[in-house]
């Protein structure tokens, strides 16, 4: 049976859980990419999607179809990658990241192939300038920008998943886009 998100939430509230299963393959990939966007880590967004899956489980019964039920998955994913950036600033963990050349930079996985020699070197600028300046936004800028930018999130889904007015999520990125082309202008400038 092919079900809609709506009605395998609700089969799933009442304990069905081949229903949640079908939720859990449908949204994995997307929570992925968001869950790795906002830790810039493929372990910690593995972890992400799996404690995500885990408290949208426990929560089921709240999910109450106002929003769409991958609105809902992507705030519960958004809050577990806030509280994992939280627990890192606390703890003092961020670490200044030297990839192995294997791993190559994150940035470079999700780009497209097949760049001009020219935008390969302003991408290295770029990439070298990227990851500072989006750990330097609040966790709702980066949320929002990374939510607008690179799932395609309109105003209003970025509102519902960060649980603030659609006024706000619209400032947040504003706010983000602003202080990234703050500092991502050394790149810009040096490649024209």
Request: net charge neutral; with cysteine.
């Amino acid at each position: 049976m092919e079900w809609t998100d709506a009605e395998a939430a609700r089969e799933a509230q009442l304990g069905n859980q081949q229903a949640f299963r079908v939720l859990v393959e449908r949204h994995s990939r997307a929570l992925f990419r968001l869950a790795y966007r906002m830790t810039g880590n493929e372990h910690d967004a593995e972890d992400l999607v799996q404690e995500s899956f885990l408290r949208a489980y426990k929560q089921l019964a709240k999910f109450n179809e106002r929003a769409a039920f991958g609105t809902w998955l992507h705030r519960i994913c958004v809050n577990c990658s806030l509280d994992m950036i939280r627990a890192r600033k606390t703890r003092r963990e961020i670490q200044n990241k030297v990839e192995d050349e294997r791993a190559g930079n994150w940035l470079e996985q999700v780009a497209a192939p097949g760049p001009s020699p020219e935008r390969l070197m302003q991408s290295s600028q770029v990439t070298e300038l990227l990851e500072p300046a989006l750990n330097n936004l609040s966790e709702n800028e980066r949320a929002a920008f990374i939510l607008r930018h690179y799932e395609g999130s309109n105003i209003e889904e970025i509102a519902q998943v960060l649980g603030v007015e659609t006024s706000a999520a619209k400032h947040s990125v504003y706010r983000a886009v602003h202080k990234l082309r703050r500092s991502l202008a050394p790149a810009w400038g040096a490649a024209r």
